[in-house]
């Protein structure tokens, strides 16, 4: 696979770099009149989607290649064809269309002007010398070729990085404040039990790695797949009992040094219930942050580690806090 576009035309109109050379159908069609008739006009062009359109070109739905050859000769193009196609206006750029291919991971878009269709943006716009795009490791290999590409063109500017990071830093930001507001609430308990302030790095410190190794993980795996809620609960659930899993190992390691060092069950105890509790929230919502930053059109990359890492912070210095003061029967401050 050859070098990606070139690294200006990010910001130009799509419809540049649009071809039109796609195939048409009509919803009135057959399978067996439009395969008919494909083969009398041969299209010139590689063929990715069929495009059903009216008489005045306007687009009425899209016919996956598949579907098309797999369906009965005897059906109506109309009842094959999928509608709600998503679409790229003719007033967007070349960074829009990049967007739409890593949100979406489809082959083409029709570019269309009002109810019009003008033409499509190819994937191939992206890189050259593709042979055979329904390999899927290929596939997946040219649409992180585009995010690496648009994610190196985004920041090479420092104001234009500075604004796509700054606004997810003021999330560290506010879960500092929140998280000294939280130990204010409770500082009655910290001065009591000075214990409990010894061990509150080592515990945000887990939940915290481990919110960051969830996120990181669903970056990787989330790649290529659509984005879908169905596919997401079962994920979900099997990281948060990892994390279940790694909060009890930590939190018992943990636990137990404490009881060494200060022979008290109750701190321990404290520990292992403030560290599991902790590391099975943030697995879980490390992982799921990135998707659904994904859902909402934000950038995953750039916005699932700070958000996670506040999560995590409030979430285990609130399960620590309030079940010290159970356990140790301090009140909180007024």
Known sequence: MSAPLPDDILDQPVTQYMR?????LRAGQTVAEALADLRVHQP?????????????????????????????????????????????????????????FLKHKYLAFPVMHGPKMLGIVDVELFAEGIDDLERTKQQEDLFQLIGVHLTAQEQASPLTGFFSRFPWL????AGGILAAVLSNFFSDLLAAVVALALFTPVVLALSESVAIQSVTLALVVLHGQPDCFRSLTPRVIREGTTGLLLGLACGAIIALVALAWLGQPRVALCLLTGITAG?????????????????????????????????????TLSVYFSVAQWLLGQPAAA
């Open 170 to 173: 003021l999330c560290n930001i």
């Open 20 to 24: 039109f050379d796609f195939c048409r």
């Open 279 to 315: 590391v099975t929230a943030s697995a879980a919502f490390g992982l799921s942050m990135p998707m659904l930053l994904r859902m909402t059109g934000r950038d995953p990359q750039v916005a699932a580690g700070p958000i996670a890492l506040v999560v995590a912070d409030m979430v």
């Open 44 to 100: 010139q062009g590689r063929i990715i989607y069929f495009y059903v359109m009216d008489d005045d070109d306007t687009l009425e739905g899209v016919v996956p290649t598949r579907r098309l050859l797999l369906s009965p000769p005897d059906a109506k193009i109309r009842e094959i064809m999928v509608t709600g196609v998503i679409t790229v206006p003719s007033e967007a750029t070349v960074r829009d269309a990049c967007n739409l």
